[in-house]
C-alpha cells in the first residue's frame, strides 16, 4: 500500500456503520465485528483535519502482535485480520481493509478501562500532585513526573463516550461491575501489563502505562478492542529516560507539541498540521512498531 495513501474515513456502502469514533470505524458484519484502524488522530479530544499515513496499520498491526503474545494468558476477541477470510461481501472494500482491519466476536463489554501504570504521567501525575495517591492508591512522597512506581498499579477509568476518561477507585470500579469481575481485571490487567513492559524493555523500550478493555464471550473474560498500541500506551524511548519532567515517545506528542504553540482555545475545528509534524509523528509510530515487531509494514 502507498504509504502516502491517507484513509481517513471508511465508507462501505451496503454495511452498517455502528460506530465511528477518534479512530476507529466499526461496522456489522453478519454475528460479528469489522474493526477498521483509520489514519485519523485526535488531540486534547478534537479529531485533526490531517490523517498520519500508516498510523491504522501500525494500530492494526500491533495489536494482532501481542495478541498474539498475550494469548496464552487471555483469551481475546480476534477471528482473522486476513480479508481473504472475509465474508464475501466486504472483499469489494479490500483497499480500505488490506492491513488496518479486524474481524472480531461480538463481546459484552465491560464499562471501564483497564489502566496499568508502572511511572507516573499524565492524569496520573495530576493526581499525585494534588493528592499524593492515584486512583486512591497513596503512593510514596518525593516521587517526580515519570518516576518509577515502587510495582506496577491498576488505575481504573470509566469509559467515556466523548471527552476524557475519568480515573475511578477500585472501589467504584468494583460498584460499577462486581468485586469478583473487578479482582479478575485487575489481576489479568498487571500480569498483561508485566508481561509487555519487559518485553518492550528488552527492545529498548519503556511501557509507562497501557489501557486495555475487556468483556465476555462465551462465559470467559476477552481482551477486546485494540491492545498495547502507541495510542492506548506510553512508550518511552529507555536511552533518554530521565525522571523530572516529559519524556521523548512514541506517539503524538509531536501533534501536542505543535498545537500548544497556537493560539487555538481547543475546541473544534482543530487547525491543521504542517507537512514535518505529520511527518514526523507517521515516523514515531513506525518505528515503535518496527522495535517492538522486529519487523516493518
Known sequence: MNPKHVIAKTDLPGLKLTHRGKVRDIYEAGEHLLFIATDRISAFDCILPNGI?????????????????????????????????????????????????????????F????????????????????????????????LLESSKLPEPIFTPATKATTGHDENISFAEAANAIGTEAAGKLK?????IYSKAAAYALERGI??????????????????????????????????????????KSFDKQF????????????????????????????????EAYETLTDSSL
Open 53 to 109: 499515513p500508516d498510523k491504522g496499520q501500525v494500530l492494526t498491526q500491533m495489536s494482532l502482535f501481542w495478541f498474539e503474545q498475550l494469548k496464552s494468558l487471555v483469551p481475546n476477541h480476534l477471528l482473522t485480520a486476513d480479508v481473504d477470510e472475509y465474508p464475501m461481501e466486504l472483499k469489494a472494500y479490500r483497499d480500505q481493509l488490506a492491513g488496518r482491519s479486524m474481524l472480531v466476536r461480538k463481546a459484552e463489554m
Open 187 to 191: 489481576e489479568l490487567t498487571l500480569s
Open 255 to 286: 501533534v501536542r507539541d505543535y498545537l500548544e504553540t497556537l493560539d487555538w482555545n481547543k475546541q473544534p475545528p482543530a487547525p491543521p498540521l504542517p507537512l514535518d509534524v505529520v511527518e514526523k509523528t507517521a515516523a514515531k509510530y513506525r
Open 111 to 142: 464499562p471501564v478501562e483497564c489502566v496499568a501504570r508502572g511511572y507516573v504521567s499524565g492524569s496520573g501525575w495530576k493526581d499525585y500532585r494534588r493528592t499524593g495517591a492515584i486512583c486512591g492508591i497513596r503512593l510514596p512522597a518525593g
Open 206 to 247: 519503556i511501557l509507562a502505562d497501557t489501557k486495555f478493555e475487556f468483556g465476555i464471550i462465551d462465559g470467559r473474560i476477552t481482551l477486546g478492542d485494540e491492545v498495547l498500541t502507541p495510542d492506548s500506551s506510553r512508550y518511552w524511548p529507555a536511552e533518554s529516560y530521565a525522571p523530572g519532567g516529559p519524556q
